[in-house]
């Protein structure tokens, strides 16, 4: 009853939304770039204004670079909290001359906003706002506890948020989790992300002879450093696409007949992308499907290599350096700590004398996969069909979002809901990035769903 | 009895003869800056006023870059002609921190000349000018006919010289051939240069994806095009540390014992040469010496990589393009067109559907072979005995020197001598160039010596 009267207020003030994202929009706060500093400051002001207007107690915290921004209404004893998170800084628009509208000045185009941020995350963080300002606006109070994190460093990697969450860990409290950082599986298409792939990434260094050596010279005496790269990356992966690192799969969760199933059913079109990414041919893991691949199994990548001459022409050098990033996506129940060091064994011993290697760990996350019998879960996908009018399909991301692993380690709770309204080429960090209005108007109308489906299955407290 | 009284000569100008040559290394004749053309061109005329008023007849040719000295004295009618080589360009001088005196104001330490151009190859081309000064100065005449071709492309790899030969042939017909641009096999230890190197040399630049994926998305989809070059690059050489490209060593003539044995008895002391090289270990071709492998075996270096992220931290892409520069040094008999094609077949065997590949040819030149019982050859031994006081050994060089091909193909002649009065140590390309101030004065006497001795072995002519 009083969300079907959300809902038409909501649908009532569909102008108003979009013209307030549209202000926060034009803030360019970019967190990376330090000339950007009072604009992402700006940005937090905004978020944190804005939530104090429609009633929430709201605090705003310094932390070592960009502020967080933490609201809370918990008026409803007794009823489950709700934890939003969000973030309110963007990643930097360069290139700049690919965009047909400037990215801090907010174009409506074909139904769709173009700007940066507009997808991620402002436009989809708003949804929750604007949710929670009808529910008040009807109903005078939340059905359930609502508290929003917002930060302003996701797109540099969320350097001060493990620190904040440990130390504010009792105000965080929650027994749902928000995160509002996903998105559908395709446009027209919502889904529930149940799934991350972890990452371990390293960095390799290789030291061959003291300086570069005329390769005429030289040649055919020493080890180059270059050539014995070559020959580690060439042995991390064998010829059926698999990982060659003794034993990375040994505690690789098989995929259930259900789930390969399912996964089958979401139809990933394999000819529009070869045409996307201008290939002839996709490759990958023998015996799995591509959606299978890029999701629920394990995979090792080179991000990147470098080592002697690379200008015009000829230059007959030995180099004697090389290097190389490489990085591998983890699935459950793969344990970071057990492949980076299987990984730099392996490496070791492939390393011949006369060449010196140092190995580097740049990054390490684990998987995740939520219960999806799990009841917050069952309460978004009620909230979704709500929203959106169909129910959500259910999903496994192959990124890895290492906040995701943060909340679940320091909230300790696995009522973990990953969703998101926008779409995969609405271009998250790239030029001309968008979001829908129908998509957003459909979130904003999912959130305020979602508040009432979890305070009726209030048993997803104890749990 | 002339030469006798020439090398007495020789001795008793051998303070002017340095004195001149530091002149002549002042002028910073650096081929590759443009902003030295002048000076290059200064350096030209230098060398062709010294040869004019020695008695030659000069004439300094432009090209398109800098100019061809050439210069003859053609008063001995019915002997051989002799053809010396030389350049009067220099490297660049950087990095000008390193060197302990300017690089264009020659400094006298230790009985060293210390400056860019010392050796490389101011002051081993000089030699040639000022021993037929002085036998002239004795006799009036010379006892053979003399041609100088003094280049300033040198540097930049001559882009200007075959053109210009071709067009000269006639003007630089001769019977013997020297070129200076060599070296003794190490100080003390004078050598005649017999083998040469040549040199394969390709650019692989490789295409997957359009542009930079996020690895997490699409890891496991598609070949990445680092993993591939990786794999091609380590598919050309085998675990024994020969060239595995088929049909690599079907041209390559096999050392006679004889050859082994000498090349033995040079005594390349690898614990010296581990300790410069900064490396635990040498390495190379299964089943041959360190000498044989840097001078008589071919061999394959990856000269250069790049691709995808090369920067501070982590950055979770899969590259969309990649790239290598790779080149092969060749022995007798090998072909480099023939070598050329089959690198080429075998690379593109070798990479998969999904990644496009460019295959560029930089460079090729033979290897070259000088047969030892050559009349010229054994005329430059006696001149180096007299020279220098005792026999030169016969070393291959494992470089290529694309310039002794072009003299043999287009002079037409094999009676090419490859010799050189510096050490491998004296720092050619490097900061703190320098020449022995004694080899200086030795390679006069031999370069004095050679005309002499050229002139008896008249046989040499019609070889």
Known sequence: MILQTTLAKIDANRQRYVEELLGFLKIPSVSTYTHHASDV?????????HLQRIGFETR???????????AQHCNAPGAPTLLVYGHYDVQPPEPLDEWLTPPFSPSIRDGYVYARGATDDKGQFFTYVKAVEAVLAVAGNLPVNVKFLVEGEEEIGSPSLGRFMREHSHELKADVITISDFSQFSRGVPAITYGLRGLSYFQLDLQGPRFDLHSGSFGGLIHNPVQVLADILARL?????????????DDVLDLEEWERKEMDSLHLDESALKEYLGVEALTGEKGYTPMER?????????????????GEGAKTIIPSKAGAKVSMRLVPDQDPAVINARFEEFVRALTPPGVKIDITELNAAGPLLVTRDNRAVQAAARAIDIGFGKPPVFIREGGSIPIVNLMKEVLTTRNILMLGWGSPDDGAHSPNERFHLDDFHRGIRSAAALLFEIAESRSTRPE
Chains 1, 2 share one sequence.
């Open 41 to 49: 400051r700006r940005a937090a002001e905004w978020v944190g204004n």
């Open 60 to 70: 705003i915290y310094r932390t070592e670079r960009h502020p967080v921004v933490f």
């Open 237 to 249: 992966k064998s010829a059926d696409g698999k990982v060659a690192i003794p034993g990375f799969y």
């Open 294 to 310: 890029k999701t629920a199994r394990p995979t090792l990548d080179v991000n990147g290599i470098w080592g002697g001459f690379s």
